[in-house]
Protein backbone atom coordinates (compact mmCIF):
# COMPACT_ATOMS: atom_id res chain seq x y z
CA UNK A 1 0.00 0.00 0.00
CA UNK A 2 1.41 3.12 -0.69
CA UNK A 3 0.43 5.92 1.44
CA UNK A 4 0.22 9.60 -0.87
CA UNK A 5 1.91 12.31 0.03
CA UNK A 6 1.06 15.65 0.27
CA UNK A 7 4.20 16.70 -1.59
CA UNK A 8 4.23 15.58 -5.22
CA UNK A 9 8.34 15.62 -4.63
CA UNK A 10 10.57 14.32 -2.27
CA UNK A 11 13.92 16.83 -1.67
CA UNK A 12 16.71 16.13 -0.38
CA UNK A 13 17.79 18.54 2.69
CA UNK A 14 20.33 19.89 0.40
CA UNK A 15 17.98 20.28 -2.76
CA UNK A 16 15.45 22.06 -0.53
CA UNK A 17 18.21 24.60 0.79
CA UNK A 18 19.40 25.00 -2.60
CA UNK A 19 15.56 26.32 -3.72
CA UNK A 20 15.93 28.85 -0.47
CA UNK A 21 19.62 30.32 -2.24
CA UNK A 22 17.74 30.20 -5.50
CA UNK A 23 15.41 32.28 -4.13
CA UNK A 24 17.82 34.68 -2.57
CA UNK A 25 19.18 34.90 -6.45
CA UNK A 26 15.98 36.31 -7.84
CA UNK A 27 15.21 38.60 -4.73
CA UNK A 28 18.25 39.53 -2.67
CA UNK A 29 17.42 40.05 1.20
CA UNK A 30 18.62 43.57 0.92
CA UNK A 31 15.60 44.42 -1.36
CA UNK A 32 13.46 43.89 1.45
CA UNK A 33 14.43 47.40 2.66
CA UNK A 34 12.68 49.25 0.52
CA UNK A 35 9.17 50.62 0.11
CA UNK A 36 7.79 52.99 -1.83
CA UNK A 37 4.50 53.81 -2.82
CA UNK A 38 4.07 54.13 -6.66
CA UNK A 39 1.35 55.80 -8.49
CA UNK A 40 -0.47 52.86 -9.04
CA UNK A 41 -1.03 52.63 -5.30
CA UNK A 42 -4.83 52.70 -4.48
CA UNK A 43 -6.23 55.46 -2.34
CA UNK A 44 -6.12 54.04 1.45
CA UNK A 45 -9.14 55.38 2.36
CA UNK A 46 -10.90 53.82 -0.54
CA UNK A 47 -9.50 50.53 0.27
CA UNK A 48 -11.23 50.64 3.96
CA UNK A 49 -14.34 52.00 2.08
CA UNK A 50 -15.06 49.09 0.37
CA UNK A 51 -13.87 46.46 3.43
CA UNK A 52 -16.89 48.83 4.96
CA UNK A 53 -19.57 48.26 2.20
CA UNK A 54 -20.44 44.68 3.46
CA UNK A 55 -20.60 45.50 6.91
CA UNK A 56 -23.14 46.55 9.69
CA UNK A 57 -23.33 49.77 8.28
CA UNK A 58 -24.46 51.50 11.48
CA UNK A 59 -21.38 49.43 13.12
CA UNK A 60 -18.68 51.38 10.77
CA UNK A 61 -18.87 54.65 12.04
CA UNK A 62 -17.29 52.75 15.22
CA UNK A 63 -14.85 51.23 13.14
CA UNK A 64 -13.24 54.52 11.65
CA UNK A 65 -13.42 56.15 15.18
CA UNK A 66 -11.15 53.64 16.38
CA UNK A 67 -8.93 53.72 13.99
CA UNK A 68 -8.66 57.47 13.96
CA UNK A 69 -7.59 56.79 18.01
CA UNK A 70 -3.80 56.72 17.05
CA UNK A 71 -1.37 55.34 14.00
CA UNK A 72 -1.26 52.05 15.83
CA UNK A 73 -4.87 51.70 15.66
CA UNK A 74 -4.99 52.53 12.16
CA UNK A 75 -2.78 49.96 11.56
CA UNK A 76 -4.51 47.11 13.15
CA UNK A 77 -7.58 47.90 11.17
CA UNK A 78 -5.59 48.24 7.94
CA UNK A 79 -4.55 44.10 7.12
CA UNK A 80 -6.09 45.08 3.59
CA UNK A 81 -4.55 48.01 2.92
CA UNK A 82 -0.76 46.76 3.55
CA UNK A 83 -2.02 43.27 1.56
CA UNK A 84 -1.85 45.23 -1.47
CA UNK A 85 1.34 46.92 -0.75
CA UNK A 86 3.05 43.54 -0.32
CA UNK A 87 1.04 42.31 -3.51
CA UNK A 88 2.80 45.01 -5.18
CA UNK A 89 5.82 43.89 -4.45
CA UNK A 90 8.77 40.70 -5.99
CA UNK A 91 8.50 38.02 -3.49
CA UNK A 92 9.97 34.96 -2.79
CA UNK A 93 8.13 32.34 -3.22
CA UNK A 94 8.95 30.46 -0.54
CA UNK A 95 5.10 29.79 0.66
CA UNK A 96 3.72 29.43 4.42
CA UNK A 97 0.19 29.08 5.75
CA UNK A 98 0.37 33.28 6.59
CA UNK A 99 -1.47 34.07 9.43
CA UNK A 100 -2.31 37.57 7.41
CA UNK A 101 -2.18 40.20 9.86
CA UNK A 102 0.81 39.48 11.99
CA UNK A 103 0.77 42.91 14.12
CA UNK A 104 2.60 42.11 17.54
CA UNK A 105 -1.01 42.13 19.30
CA UNK A 106 -2.10 38.99 17.54
CA UNK A 107 0.55 37.00 19.81
CA UNK A 108 -0.81 36.17 23.49
CA UNK A 109 -1.17 33.75 26.28
CA UNK A 110 -3.22 31.31 26.09
CA UNK A 111 -4.50 27.80 27.39
CA UNK A 112 -3.78 24.59 25.52
CA UNK A 113 -6.68 22.04 25.45
CA UNK A 114 -4.03 20.07 28.20
CA UNK A 115 -4.72 23.16 30.63
CA UNK A 116 -1.01 24.45 29.99
CA UNK A 117 -0.42 28.23 29.39
CA UNK A 118 1.45 28.79 25.39
CA UNK A 119 2.33 31.70 23.69
CA UNK A 120 1.05 31.69 20.33
CA UNK A 121 -1.00 33.40 17.24
CA UNK A 122 -4.66 33.84 17.79
CA UNK A 123 -5.88 35.45 15.28
CA UNK A 124 -6.63 34.14 11.47
CA UNK A 125 -9.38 36.45 9.89
CA UNK A 126 -6.38 36.46 6.82
CA UNK A 127 -4.70 33.15 6.92
CA UNK A 128 -4.22 31.92 3.21
CA UNK A 129 -1.05 30.92 1.78
CA UNK A 130 1.33 33.09 0.51
CA UNK A 131 5.54 34.09 0.78
CA UNK A 132 6.89 33.62 4.77
CA UNK A 133 7.75 37.32 4.39
CA UNK A 134 4.04 39.17 4.28
CA UNK A 135 4.06 37.78 7.71
CA UNK A 136 7.27 39.26 8.84
CA UNK A 137 6.81 42.30 7.44
CA UNK A 138 3.51 42.98 8.87
CA UNK A 139 4.94 41.97 12.45
CA UNK A 140 8.00 43.65 11.96
CA UNK A 141 6.23 47.11 10.74
CA UNK A 142 4.21 46.75 14.49
CA UNK A 143 7.02 46.66 16.57
CA UNK A 144 8.18 50.22 14.81
CA UNK A 145 4.77 51.54 14.68
CA UNK A 146 4.42 50.27 18.67
CA UNK A 147 7.73 52.09 19.14
CA UNK A 148 6.79 55.62 17.99
CA UNK A 149 3.40 55.44 19.51
CA UNK A 150 5.28 55.09 22.96
CA UNK A 151 7.88 57.75 21.91
CA UNK A 152 10.98 55.68 21.57
CA UNK A 153 13.18 56.97 19.31
CA UNK A 154 14.96 55.32 15.64
CA UNK A 155 17.36 53.33 17.12
CA UNK A 156 15.18 51.87 20.15
CA UNK A 157 12.64 51.07 17.43
CA UNK A 158 15.22 49.41 14.88
CA UNK A 159 16.52 47.40 18.15
CA UNK A 160 12.72 46.32 18.60
CA UNK A 161 12.43 45.55 14.76
CA UNK A 162 15.80 43.52 14.71
CA UNK A 163 15.38 41.82 17.85
CA UNK A 164 12.28 40.33 16.07
CA UNK A 165 13.47 39.38 12.45
CA UNK A 166 16.53 37.80 14.07
CA UNK A 167 14.77 35.79 16.42
CA UNK A 168 12.40 34.03 13.32
CA UNK A 169 15.64 33.51 11.89
CA UNK A 170 17.40 32.13 14.05
CA UNK A 171 14.10 29.81 15.14
CA UNK A 172 13.94 28.93 11.45
CA UNK A 173 17.18 27.82 11.55
CA UNK A 174 16.69 25.32 14.15
CA UNK A 175 13.50 24.03 12.83
CA UNK A 176 15.35 23.33 9.61
CA UNK A 177 17.57 20.77 11.41
CA UNK A 178 14.90 18.93 13.31
CA UNK A 179 13.05 15.94 12.51
CA UNK A 180 9.26 16.50 11.17
CA UNK A 181 7.34 15.42 14.00
CA UNK A 182 9.11 17.22 16.08
CA UNK A 183 8.49 20.82 14.70
CA UNK A 184 4.58 19.67 14.59
CA UNK A 185 5.04 18.91 18.93
CA UNK A 186 7.05 22.07 19.06
CA UNK A 187 5.16 24.62 21.61
CA UNK A 188 5.61 27.80 23.37
CA UNK A 189 4.66 27.03 27.11
CA UNK A 190 5.79 28.97 30.09
CA UNK A 191 8.90 26.94 30.31
CA UNK A 192 9.85 27.46 26.52
CA UNK A 193 9.27 31.19 26.74
CA UNK A 194 11.72 31.32 30.08
CA UNK A 195 14.13 29.92 28.33
CA UNK A 196 13.70 32.11 25.47
CA UNK A 197 14.17 35.12 27.25
CA UNK A 198 16.49 33.93 30.21
CA UNK A 199 19.77 35.86 28.70
CA UNK A 200 18.14 39.23 28.10
CA UNK A 201 15.13 39.39 31.08
CA UNK A 202 15.71 41.82 33.54
CA UNK A 203 13.94 41.82 37.15
CA UNK A 204 11.37 43.80 36.09
CA UNK A 205 10.55 41.96 32.94
CA UNK A 206 10.37 38.81 35.05
CA UNK A 207 7.76 40.50 37.13
CA UNK A 208 5.77 41.73 34.33
CA UNK A 209 6.10 38.14 32.94
CA UNK A 210 5.05 36.48 35.78
CA UNK A 211 1.86 38.56 36.44
CA UNK A 212 1.08 38.67 32.60
CA UNK A 213 0.57 34.25 33.26
CA UNK A 214 -1.29 34.90 36.91
CA UNK A 215 -3.41 37.23 35.25
CA UNK A 216 -4.16 34.79 32.12
CA UNK A 217 -5.30 32.02 34.49
CA UNK A 218 -7.58 35.05 35.38
CA UNK A 219 -9.81 35.31 32.11
CA UNK A 220 -11.39 32.07 31.99
CA UNK A 221 -14.95 31.48 30.54
CA UNK A 222 -16.63 31.55 33.66
CA UNK A 223 -15.21 35.06 34.11
CA UNK A 224 -16.70 36.28 31.13
CA UNK A 225 -19.87 34.48 32.29
CA UNK A 226 -19.72 36.73 35.14
CA UNK A 227 -19.24 40.02 33.12
CA UNK A 228 -21.80 39.45 30.36
CA UNK A 229 -24.16 37.63 31.50
CA UNK A 230 -27.08 38.40 34.53
CA UNK A 231 -30.18 36.49 35.99
CA UNK A 232 -33.12 37.60 34.82
CA UNK A 233 -37.02 36.32 35.30
CA UNK A 234 -36.46 34.25 32.26
CA UNK A 235 -32.86 32.71 33.75
CA UNK A 236 -29.75 33.78 33.01
CA UNK A 237 -29.85 35.60 30.17
CA UNK A 238 -26.78 37.81 28.02
CA UNK A 239 -26.86 41.53 29.36
CA UNK A 240 -27.58 44.49 26.87
CA UNK A 241 -24.30 47.04 26.80
CA UNK A 242 -25.83 48.93 23.18
CA UNK A 243 -24.16 49.17 20.63
CA UNK A 244 -21.19 46.83 22.08
CA UNK A 245 -23.74 44.19 23.17
CA UNK A 246 -26.97 43.84 21.49
CA UNK A 247 -28.99 40.82 21.90
CA UNK A 248 -30.97 39.14 18.81
CA UNK A 249 -34.30 39.96 20.92
CA UNK A 250 -33.87 43.52 20.70
CA UNK A 251 -32.34 43.43 17.14
CA UNK A 252 -35.39 41.79 15.75
CA UNK A 253 -39.36 41.60 16.82
CA UNK A 254 -39.94 38.30 15.76
CA UNK A 255 -39.35 36.11 18.41
CA UNK A 256 -41.73 32.76 16.89
CA UNK A 257 -40.67 29.13 17.22
CA UNK A 258 -39.11 29.86 13.64
CA UNK A 259 -36.80 32.35 14.94
CA UNK A 260 -35.55 29.49 17.53
CA UNK A 261 -35.26 27.09 14.82
CA UNK A 262 -33.37 29.10 12.68
CA UNK A 263 -30.74 29.23 15.92
CA UNK A 264 -30.74 25.95 16.35
CA UNK A 265 -30.01 25.07 12.52
CA UNK A 266 -26.68 27.12 13.23
CA UNK A 267 -25.53 25.73 16.07
CA UNK A 268 -26.23 22.25 14.23
CA UNK A 269 -24.43 23.26 10.94
CA UNK A 270 -21.28 24.13 13.48
CA UNK A 271 -21.82 20.89 15.23
CA UNK A 272 -21.45 19.36 12.11
CA UNK A 273 -17.83 20.71 11.80
CA UNK A 274 -16.60 19.25 15.12
CA UNK A 275 -15.24 15.88 15.69
CA UNK A 276 -17.75 12.92 17.05
CA UNK A 277 -16.48 13.41 20.48
CA UNK A 278 -16.76 17.13 20.51
CA UNK A 279 -20.19 17.25 18.69
CA UNK A 280 -21.22 14.74 21.75
CA UNK A 281 -20.15 17.64 24.29
CA UNK A 282 -21.84 20.22 22.63
CA UNK A 283 -24.64 18.38 22.48
CA UNK A 284 -24.81 18.46 25.86
CA UNK A 285 -25.82 22.81 26.44
CA UNK A 286 -28.83 23.76 25.76
CA UNK A 287 -29.18 27.31 23.71
CA UNK A 288 -29.97 30.14 26.30
CA UNK A 289 -29.31 33.32 24.57
CA UNK A 290 -27.78 35.22 21.79
CA UNK A 291 -26.29 38.92 21.21
CA UNK A 292 -24.30 40.76 18.72
CA UNK A 293 -21.06 41.97 19.67
CA UNK A 294 -18.19 44.93 18.52
CA UNK A 295 -15.31 43.07 18.56
CA UNK A 296 -11.56 44.54 17.91
CA UNK A 297 -10.56 47.57 15.36
CA UNK A 298 -10.35 45.97 11.86
CA UNK A 299 -13.15 43.80 13.17
CA UNK A 300 -15.68 46.06 13.56
CA UNK A 301 -18.58 45.73 11.58
CA UNK A 302 -18.35 41.94 10.81
CA UNK A 303 -21.15 39.96 11.57
CA UNK A 304 -20.24 38.41 15.55
CA UNK A 305 -22.21 37.07 17.82
CA UNK A 306 -21.69 36.06 21.21
CA UNK A 307 -23.97 32.70 22.15
CA UNK A 308 -24.84 31.15 26.02
CA UNK A 309 -25.56 28.11 26.79
CA UNK A 310 -26.23 25.80 29.65
CA UNK A 311 -25.06 22.51 30.62
CA UNK A 312 -26.68 20.93 33.84
CA UNK A 313 -27.91 24.25 35.52
CA UNK A 314 -27.29 28.10 35.22
CA UNK A 315 -23.74 27.60 37.07
CA UNK A 316 -22.56 25.21 34.26
CA UNK A 317 -22.55 27.97 31.20
CA UNK A 318 -20.59 27.19 27.36
CA UNK A 319 -20.36 30.93 25.67
CA UNK A 320 -19.18 30.39 22.09
CA UNK A 321 -18.41 33.66 19.96
CA UNK A 322 -19.44 33.10 16.28
CA UNK A 323 -17.57 35.43 14.06
CA UNK A 324 -17.65 36.09 10.26
CA UNK A 325 -15.34 35.21 8.12
CA UNK A 326 -15.15 37.27 4.67
CA UNK A 327 -12.53 36.44 2.13
CA UNK A 328 -8.70 36.80 3.23
CA UNK A 329 -7.52 40.18 2.46
CA UNK A 330 -5.01 38.51 1.11
CA UNK A 331 -7.03 36.71 -2.03
CA UNK A 332 -6.35 39.31 -4.40
CA UNK A 333 -2.84 39.34 -3.77
CA UNK A 334 -2.38 35.45 -4.30
CA UNK A 335 -4.77 34.14 -6.78
CA UNK A 336 -7.58 33.58 -4.60
CA UNK A 337 -8.70 30.26 -2.30
CA UNK A 338 -10.24 27.09 -3.01
CA UNK A 339 -12.92 27.24 -0.01
CA UNK A 340 -16.20 27.40 -0.41
CA UNK A 341 -16.94 28.49 3.52
CA UNK A 342 -14.24 31.30 4.54
CA UNK A 343 -15.17 29.96 8.14
CA UNK A 344 -13.91 26.70 7.33
CA UNK A 345 -10.54 28.38 5.30
CA UNK A 346 -10.01 30.27 9.12
CA UNK A 347 -10.14 26.98 10.93
CA UNK A 348 -7.97 24.70 8.74
CA UNK A 349 -5.18 27.68 8.53
CA UNK A 350 -5.68 28.02 12.64
CA UNK A 351 -5.22 24.27 12.84
CA UNK A 352 -2.76 24.32 10.74
CA UNK A 353 -0.31 26.54 12.47
CA UNK A 354 -1.50 27.04 15.66
CA UNK A 355 -0.60 24.36 18.36
CA UNK A 356 -3.29 25.01 20.98
CA UNK A 357 -6.31 25.10 18.80
CA UNK A 358 -9.83 25.55 21.01
CA UNK A 359 -10.99 21.77 21.35
CA UNK A 360 -14.68 23.76 19.93
CA UNK A 361 -13.18 25.46 16.90
CA UNK A 362 -15.32 24.97 13.65
CA UNK A 363 -17.52 26.69 10.59
CA UNK A 364 -21.02 26.89 9.50
CA UNK A 365 -22.79 29.12 7.57
CA UNK A 366 -26.07 31.13 8.42
CA UNK A 367 -28.51 33.51 7.11
CA UNK A 368 -28.32 37.18 8.30
CA UNK A 369 -30.59 39.52 9.80
CA UNK A 370 -30.90 41.04 6.70
CA UNK A 371 -31.73 37.54 4.24
CA UNK A 372 -28.07 36.53 3.06
CA UNK A 373 -26.25 33.43 4.16
CA UNK A 374 -22.79 34.56 5.59
CA UNK A 375 -19.64 32.58 6.36
CA UNK A 376 -18.51 32.07 10.02
CA UNK A 377 -16.15 30.41 12.52
CA UNK A 378 -17.15 29.64 15.97
CA UNK A 379 -14.76 29.36 19.24
CA UNK A 380 -14.79 29.21 22.96
CA UNK A 381 -15.05 33.00 24.29
CA UNK A 382 -12.13 33.79 26.64
CA UNK A 383 -10.03 30.95 28.09
CA UNK A 384 -6.67 31.79 29.60
CA UNK A 385 -6.47 34.39 27.76
CA UNK A 386 -3.61 36.94 28.01
CA UNK A 387 -3.40 40.58 25.78
CA UNK A 388 -0.07 42.45 25.96
CA UNK A 389 0.16 46.07 26.39
CA UNK A 390 2.60 47.28 24.57
CA UNK A 391 1.40 51.20 25.49
CA UNK A 392 3.11 50.32 28.77
CA UNK A 393 6.38 48.69 27.43
CA UNK A 394 9.57 50.25 27.50
CA UNK A 395 12.16 49.68 24.80
CA UNK A 396 13.79 46.66 26.78
CA UNK A 397 10.45 45.20 27.18
CA UNK A 398 9.21 45.47 23.68
CA UNK A 399 12.76 43.79 22.36
CA UNK A 400 11.47 41.02 24.76
CA UNK A 401 8.25 40.82 23.16
CA UNK A 402 9.31 41.32 19.76
CA UNK A 403 11.64 38.56 20.30
CA UNK A 404 9.14 36.34 21.41
CA UNK A 405 6.66 37.13 18.83
CA UNK A 406 9.75 36.30 16.04
CA UNK A 407 10.50 33.41 17.24
CA UNK A 408 6.62 32.12 17.96
CA UNK A 409 6.11 33.45 14.15
CA UNK A 410 8.65 31.15 12.95
CA UNK A 411 7.60 27.97 14.86
CA UNK A 412 3.63 28.89 13.17
CA UNK A 413 5.32 28.73 9.64
CA UNK A 414 7.66 25.64 9.87
CA UNK A 415 4.43 23.62 10.73
CA UNK A 416 3.31 24.72 6.94
CA UNK A 417 6.11 25.16 5.09
CA UNK A 418 9.82 24.19 4.38
CA UNK A 419 12.44 25.40 7.23
CA UNK A 420 15.20 24.49 4.97
CA UNK A 421 14.56 26.61 2.41
CA UNK A 422 13.87 29.57 4.40
CA UNK A 423 16.80 29.22 6.49
CA UNK A 424 18.79 29.05 3.57
CA UNK A 425 17.59 32.18 2.38
CA UNK A 426 18.01 34.13 5.39
CA UNK A 427 21.37 32.38 6.18
CA UNK A 428 23.05 33.42 9.40
CA UNK A 429 24.62 36.98 8.80
CA UNK A 430 21.99 39.79 9.53
CA UNK A 431 21.71 41.40 6.41
CA UNK A 432 17.68 40.25 6.32
CA UNK A 433 17.42 41.54 9.87
CA UNK A 434 18.56 45.18 8.99
CA UNK A 435 16.80 44.89 5.74
CA UNK A 436 13.55 44.51 7.73
CA UNK A 437 14.61 47.54 10.03
CA UNK A 438 14.86 49.66 6.89
CA UNK A 439 11.08 48.57 5.97
CA UNK A 440 9.57 48.87 9.02
CA UNK A 441 10.83 52.67 9.34
CA UNK A 442 9.55 53.08 5.38
CA UNK A 443 6.37 52.06 6.17
CA UNK A 444 5.30 53.54 9.68
CA UNK A 445 6.16 56.49 7.64
CA UNK A 446 3.19 55.46 5.24
CA UNK A 447 1.08 54.51 7.77
CA UNK A 448 1.26 57.71 9.21
CA UNK A 449 0.43 59.09 5.98
CA UNK A 450 -2.11 57.02 5.49
CA UNK A 451 -3.87 57.40 9.20
CA UNK A 452 -3.51 61.40 8.05
CA UNK A 453 -5.38 60.42 4.76
CA UNK A 454 -8.03 58.89 7.16
CA UNK A 455 -8.52 61.67 9.45
CA UNK A 456 -9.27 64.02 6.34
CA UNK A 457 -11.91 62.09 5.02
CA UNK A 458 -13.23 62.16 8.47
CA UNK A 459 -12.74 65.73 8.69
CA UNK A 460 -14.47 66.55 5.34
CA UNK A 461 -17.36 64.15 5.94
CA UNK A 462 -16.39 61.53 3.27
CA UNK A 463 -16.41 59.06 6.01
CA UNK A 464 -18.69 58.82 9.54
CA UNK A 465 -16.93 58.36 13.50
CA UNK A 466 -18.15 57.82 16.55
CA UNK A 467 -16.03 56.50 19.54
CA UNK A 468 -17.57 53.67 21.93
Known amino acids: MTVPSPLTTFLSPAERAESGRG ?47 SPFRFYRGAAAIMAADLGAAADTGLRVQLCGDAHLLNFRLLASPERHLVFDIND ?97 HLQAFAKLTGTTAEGRRITPDPPLITPLRD ?128 RQLRDWKGIARADTMDPAMLRLFAQLCGASLARAHARSSDPVAIAAYLGGGDRFDRALAAFAQAYADQNERDFAALGAAARSGRIATAVL
Open 23 to 69: ARRRVPRSSHSRFEAGPERPDPVEVVERQSATRVQELVPVRYGRMLE
Open 124 to 220: FDETLAGPFEWDVKRLAASFAIAGRANGFDTAEQNGAVETCVRAYRRRIREFAGMRTLDIWYAQDDADRMRELMAASMTKEARRRTAEATAKARTRT
Open 251 to 378: LVTDSSPEQEKELLAVLEGYADSLSSEHRYLLRRYRLVDIARKVVGVGSVGTRCWIVLLLGRDDDDPLLLQAKEAQASVLAAQTGGDSYDNQGRRVVAGQRLIQTTSDILLGWTHAMGLDGHERDFYV
